[in-house]
């Protein structure tokens, strides 16, 4: 840090005691008061932001562990290790916290809280995704100022070598465009900051430093590599560079090749709202699992990804909108309710999952569906593939719920997704899953700076055989 920054972060130093004073915000009144607050303040560096901060959260997880480190968070059973961990608490995830009826809370901020306190392009207008990575990054609601300097910032730190893009070009042009993605991901890790400090021998309290600078660098990035992969895949490889002029999501629209207002906005909602879904879901626990070998973040991101890339996680995007096309094509857009019924109940007596619906956590509808169907209302409401959505959220609930295993029959965050996108250009379903890592980058990559921040150990449960269980299950009769 410079001296001049130096004597900045000072001078804004007792402020934000006071800020400390108020505390963490955990509801939307104290947002709005962190965001008058921060107004005020000249500080305009995140990376100042976070060194204040770690400290005192440092400290914090220290009381953590002394107090109450033998209190018991609840009983393991054996439902629960053949059942894939449901409902085990096992993870420290700071980013964001997942209630099953109320969804997704971002540093305790719901969407349609996000939706009102965080800076917006336009007036009315839907979240700036930068804000939401300052806010996933330090628990505060930025104001515009910062949340331009953060643009700015990210903006800088887009350079993707030519290397990445020959790595891409290696593969053939008809591999899925989540294999390409990770790829280039892979291969911009060769600029890894913190592979190189580790190598030379950098002090572990200062493990995160690099680790900053590599996601950010990340974060910066991907949209870089994920366009690339679009325009390879779909527009003969003219390839659209960056506008200095735009923000995150803008950029990223229009380094796809969308550039109406209205798809602007649409992706500054989605790369918000797909960001985090706190640490237990597949692609945000693989990147957290494999950053605990102190794996930089483009090797722990990179596998986050391949995670994303399995149809029950985040392909599902994909199958969404491909069914959807399949049940046009075969009944056509006006079916009815009818037709319909028939239609679902003849995916699941294929053995297939009606893609969309479901989670492991939520047990009522996705807030981040909820979101998009209001966006649906506002801007596309006569779309006849959003009519469609509409009745399949009538439709498949029931159905789901009469096959009586089924713990949520209510749509997640996949089930519209789509058919925005499909609505403004962005037809081509294979490519959904890479708009959702791009976004995914800003969740991981924040806890990823706190896992080192707080010195997080190596991640290593106990697995056993069945033979263990059986004979641990005798004993216990
Ligand atoms: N369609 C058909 N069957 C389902 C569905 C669905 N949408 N959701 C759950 N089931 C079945 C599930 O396959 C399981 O069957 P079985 O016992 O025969 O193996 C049974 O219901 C119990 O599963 P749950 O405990 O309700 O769900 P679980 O926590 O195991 O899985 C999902 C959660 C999300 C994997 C599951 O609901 C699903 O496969 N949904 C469809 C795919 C999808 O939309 N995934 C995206 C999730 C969000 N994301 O982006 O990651
Ligand atoms: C996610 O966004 O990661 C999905 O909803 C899956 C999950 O939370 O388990």
């Known amino acids: 840090m410079t001296k001049d920054k130096k004597a900045m972060f000072r001078s804004v130093s007792l402020l934000s005691k006071l800020r400390s004073r108020l505390g963490q915000q955990p509801s939307l009144k104290d947002s709005v008061r962190w965001l008058q607050i921060q107004s005020s303040s000249s500080d305009l560096d995140l990376h100042s932001q976070l060194e204040e ?63 009102k306190v965080l800076p917006a392009a336009k007036p009315e207008g839907e979240p700036l995704p930068e804000g939401l990575l300052w806010l996933l990054l330090t628990g505060k609601v930025p104001s ?5 300097a953060l643009s700015k910032e990210l903006r800088s730190r887009a350079v993707v070598p030519d290397f990445v893009y020959k790595a891409i070009d290696a593969l053939p042009v008809t591999s899925h465009p989540m294999t390409q993605f990770a790829t280039g991901v892979m291969a911009l890790q060769v600029q890894s900051e913190f592979q190189k400090a580790y190598e030379k021998g950098i002090h572990k309290s200062k493990y995160w430093e690099p680790t900053y600078e590599d996601s950010l660098n990340l974060i910066a990035r991907v949209p870089l590599v994920a366009a690339y992969v679009y325009r390879r895949i779909y527009k003969d490889g003219q390839v659209i560079p960056l506008d200095d002029s735009l923000d995150y999501g803008a950029n990223f629209s229009h380094m796809l090749g969308f550039d109406s207002p209205k798809m602007l906005e649409l992706m500054r909602l989605y790369v918000t709202i797909h960001s985090d879904h706190e640490g237990g879901n597949v692609s945000a626990h693989t990147g957290h699992l494999v950053a605990s070998a ?7 991101f990179a596998a986050a990804l391949n995670g994303l890339a399995g149809p029950l996680h985040g392909l599902a995007n994909q199958e969404v909108l491909l069914w959807i096309k399949s049940v046009v094509d075969e009944c056509g857009e006006n079916i009815t309710v009818d037709q319909l019924k028939e239609y679902v109940w003849k995916t699941l007596k294929g053995g297939k999952v009606v893609p969309g619906f479901g989670h492991g956590v939520l047990r009522k509808t996705d807030p981040r569906y909820t979101c998009q169907r209001e966006f649906a209302l506002k801007h596309l409401p006569d779309d006849p593939l959003f009519q469609l959505v509409s009745k399949l959220y009538e439709v498949v609930p029931p159905i789901l719920t009469e096959l009586g295993k089924v713990k949520n029959p209510w749509p997640n965050v996949d089930a519209h997704s789509g058919v925005l996108l499909n609505h403004f250009g962005l037809t081509e379903a294979r490519y959904f899953t890479v708009l ?13 700076i706190w896992d080192r921040a707080l010195g997080l150990p190596l991640e290593r449960p106990k697995s056993v055989t069945m033979e263990w269980l059986e004979d641990y299950c005798k004993k216990a009769a």
């Open 436 to 448: 959702f890592g791009v976004s995914r980058s800003l969740g991981i990559c924040s806890q990823l």
């Open 294 to 300: 102190l794996s930089d973040p483009y090797l722990s």
């Open 144 to 148: 515009k100022e910062q949340v331009d």
């Open 53 to 115: 901060l770690i400290p005192e959260q440092q400290e914090r997880l220290k009381k953590i562990k002394a107090e109450h480190g033998k209190v018991q968070l609840g009983n393991i059973t054996v439902d629960m290790v053949l059942g894939g961990m449901r409902g085990m608490t096992g993870l420290l995830w700071q980013t964001s916290l997942l209630d099953p009826d109320e969804g997704i809370r971002f540093r305790g901020l719901s969407i349609p809280e996000c939706q």
